[in-house]
């Protein structure tokens, strides 16, 4: 989710173990906010729209019933179908080229949301959270991913490919769905 937040908080420790992400998503954001060439998102405005189907609006956000979710063969992560099938074809190519996607969070009911909220505050307010109801994890369209530098670059160019764009500027590890 976009929202107006702060550039220098300190990014979640389970974004990136390598810790590159606190840097790396920095100069991304301050390039973006001077207009200079950032990734194929965000801030150029040219991002597909959300597609959130009449039967997961009529559900709700973070509310989606199980038929709604399918597993993406990691854990107990889930996404909507179309994003699932998705993520199962961006994992094969990454995998085909050697590179590991790890999955940290996807689909979230809403009563994490709210628990997410609570523990790393509001984008409004300077932190890392949507507010609960509006994000796009709770759609089952977002996916949260520890990436080594690899896997971070395998990801800046491929994913598009599969219908998933990293939309929010300094949080590298969030992917949305958008297709
Ligand atoms: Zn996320």
Do not use: C
Request: hydrophobic share 40%.
């Amino acid at each position: 989710m976009l929202g107006v937040r702060a550039v220098t908080a300190v990014p979640l420790g389970s974004a990136n173990s390598s810790g590159a992400a606190g840097p790396l998503s920095f100069q991304r954001a301050l390039q973006q906010a001077r207009g200079g060439s950032g990734q194929a998102s965000g801030a150029s405005g040219s991002l597909p729209p959300v597609d959130v189907s009449d039967a997961m609006r009529a559900a709700g956000n973070g509310r989606l019933p199980d038929s709604m979710l399918v597993p993406i063969g990691q854990g107990g992560h889930r996404l909507g179908p179309r994003a699932a099938e998705a993520f199962g074809r961006l994992n094969a190519a990454a995998r085909r080229d050697g590179v590991a996607i790890r999955v940290t969070s996807s689909y979230r009911p809403y009563d994490e949301q709210v628990a997410t909220a609570d523990r790393v505050g509001l984008y409004g307010q300077g932190g890392w959270a949507a507010v609960p109801g509006t994000s796009n994890h709770g759609w089952g369209l977002a996916v949260d991913l520890d990436l080594d530098e690899r896997a971070q670059a395998w990801m800046r160019t491929n994913a598009e490919r599969f219908g998933f764009f990293e939309d929010v500027p300094d949080e590298p590890w969030h992917w949305t769905y958008r297709a």
